[in-house]
DNA sequence: GACGGCTGGGAAAAGGGTTTCCCAGCGCCT
DNA sequence: AGGCGCTGGGAAACCCTTTTCCCAGCCGTC
């Protein structure tokens, strides 16, 4: 260290010991070569680099033939503008933050896909940065973003439970996808598993069940909570009651799957449909009804959640679902934030519906049903 | 469009017509509040910019109240210096493009996640990509990338099959991770099958099992295929023979395990451990066995691949697997492409090794077996 | 013929940060 | 007193692209 704190900021391309390696100093992988700048473009076709940029842009006004000289000359040089010129000037990087605060699960998968998707087609590149649950690795990554002057920002969860806002030191629009934020000024946009659960409470009905047992996670996650109340309530709404009285709140596991199932059999032996919080528990509950010579659908329907396609699909029979359209939730969270970016005002949780994807477990000639080349 | 061809080559931020819209007119979220500059902070120190910067960068030769002075500034200010300006001076992104061919799928995210997270610790930045298959967006991401001046790219697939390589325009540093490329120049990182399939063999071989079947995906594939290979030579090489004399080859879904293992039972009565090239053909044989009466793993060991926690965890009785190691070859892959970008030259397919998870399904003492707690 | 307007294109600044070169001032030695 | 060397810091160039401003030349018109 050659002076006290001299370490503040934090700086790109410098060494432990504080003393960095000059910045000319950068082998390549292949040496020489460096790429074809404006100027070289502009020398090449005679004339003067802000003329060049015009060409190339469509700006101002140039006799044709000059415009063909210079993209002569650039296709010649194989020139390729240097974004990052481009960004100083314009005050824009054309990029986003992609933050996932809790790694990169089978929920927040998609959604990543999702805005990643959206943004490509919006000119936008996307960085990925997975702070696996950890604070500090959260602020050196927002840092680093706001150091790269990204225009904006998504942060993901891997589930959908509340989080509290992300500290940043720079206004930067932000949109939370999947797992809100917990202030309500915030963009956030959330699966509807209110909708999704009275999705699933009408299907069931509609098919003529009426003894359904609820069983999910663990009371605490808000997914496992939401859909249980909703589904509570539907049924009400509907003079029907939860079949054993009450919801079976437990682990998202095939294990719980089996054994929840189990007891909803003892509690109600008369129960014809077990609306499952996840297609993981569901296909525990199928197996445990197969092996408690229980028929599904004809004797007891089965539901689950999420449409994992290797869960849904390979449980036998195959599951019932609800798909949380998490890749439309991916894209309608980039768009909001591009939104944002070129100055819409928006704020509060917006929530999308689920679609139920039906297969054999509830019985029903399956609309559109499982392809068999999918999966 | 003002001149013909006047779309060459694409540019960032302009509109169908051609014509662009001026970059200055970029409205951001918050307005105002612009980022504090370097100058700002010699401004309010009372130095030069220049000094500003030796003092923040501890270059040069500074009075350490000066320096002190300057930090202070720095911090008051917030100071953040602009990636952008940097990297245009310097030459380099401090950013790698890591491009995911094939969309993200189970094998691909662990590579994916561990390349992200050691090139997060070298400092670098990671522009993700998905191509989904597509050549045209293969390219366009290409182009995008280098316009952004990466410093180097990361390439992987979902699967272990070989891929053509990346065309550029330009040459940046390149690594395969997980389908290594078809030129042999190309730096690939793969993980080692063969050793995989070779630590089955001895597993099983060590615990006294003599008539070894192997279950598989399709013969085309070219992780089904060296997998196979490579078991029947290590049986080869032990003096054993594989069970039911061939290798069967066919999808990768439980499905196809619970009809392989009828298969494999039929073609030998006698057969005491079936060594699957998924964890999904083995939760499959899993059920299959127990449905058939063979209990695993005393009449049976059961063997899977790829220790996809929720198949092998799930499966009953849980499932010795092999682990391909995939976040440590995406770390790798990273500390490659660092290499190279540091101009260390390198080349050819390297294979990282596998390990082998013991669990219930060959009846062995799990060493650090499976906790409770996980998945 | 003088002037106005248009066309095509150049010069230069701007954007933010780093580096090189240079210089003023000071202490020390002879 | 003069010369030397060191210290601390400033000026300016540079990276690459875009945009603004300006100008030369030309045509048409009165």
């Not at 439970?161 to 915030?186: E, H, N, Q, W």
């Not at 909803?264 to 077990?274: I, K, Q």
């Not at 445990?288 to 999420?306: F, K, M, N, Q």
Request: glycine share 12%; aromatic share 4%; net charge positive.
């Amino acid at each position: 260290m050659t002076g006290s704190g001299a370490d503040w900021p934090p700086r790109v391309g410098r060494t432990e010991k504080g003393k960095g390696f000059p910045m000319t100093v950068t082998p390549r992988g292949e040496a020489g070569a460096r790429a074809a700048t404006i100027s070289d473009v502009a020398a090449l076709a005679g004339v003067s680099p802000g003329t060049a940029s015009k060409a190339l842009n469509g700006r101002g006004r140039l006799r044709p033939e000059t415009r063909e000289r210079v993209l002569d000359a650039a296709r010649k040089l194989d020139f390729r503008p240097n974004a990052m010129a481009q960004g100083l000037l314009s005050g824009r990087s054309f990029t986003v933050g992609l933050i996932t605060t809790d790694s990169v699960g089978r929920f927040s998968l998609p959604v990543l896909l999702g805005a990643e998707d959206a943004l490509g087609a919006g000119r936008m590149s996307v960085f990925l940065c997975d702070t696996r649950g950890d604070r500090i690795r959260e602020q050196h990554y927002v840092r680093t973003l706001l150091e790269r002057r990204i225009d904006g920002l998504i942060v993901t969860g891997r589930r959908t439970d509340p989080r509290p806002p992300l500290v940043l030191p720079a206004p930067v629009p932000v949109v939370y996808a999947l797992g809100p934020s917990t202030d309500p000024a915030d963009v956030s946009l959330v699966p509807d598993d209110a909708g999704g659960a009275r999705l699933v409470v009408d299907h069931l009905l509609a098919t003529g069940r009426r003894r359904i047992a609820h069983l999910t996670g663990p009371a605490h996650h808000s997914a496992a909570a939401e859909r249980a109340e909703h589904t509570t309530l539907a049924l009400r709404d509907a003079g029907a009651e939860l079949s054993g009285g009450r919801v079976y709140f437990g682990e998202w596991s095939e294990a719980w799957g089996r054994q929840a199932a189990l007891i909803a059999l003892r509690a109600d032996p008369d129960v014809d449909a077990l609306f499952c919080g996840s297609d993981q528990i569901a296909r525990g509950a199928a197996d445990a009804l197969r092996e408690a010579g229980r028929r599904v659908p004809s004797d007891v329907a089965l539901v689950g959640y999420d449409n994992w396609k290797v869960m849904a699909e390979a449980s036998r029979p195959p599951l019932t679902t609800v798909d949380m359209n998490l890749t439309e939730l991916g894209r309608t969270a980039a768009l909001r934030l591009m939104s944002a970016i070129e100055g819409q005002p928006a704020g509060g949780v917006e929530r999308l519906p689920c679609r139920l994807v039906i297969r054999e477990s509830t019985g029903v000639a399956a609309e559109g049903g499982p392809s068999p080349l999918r999966g």
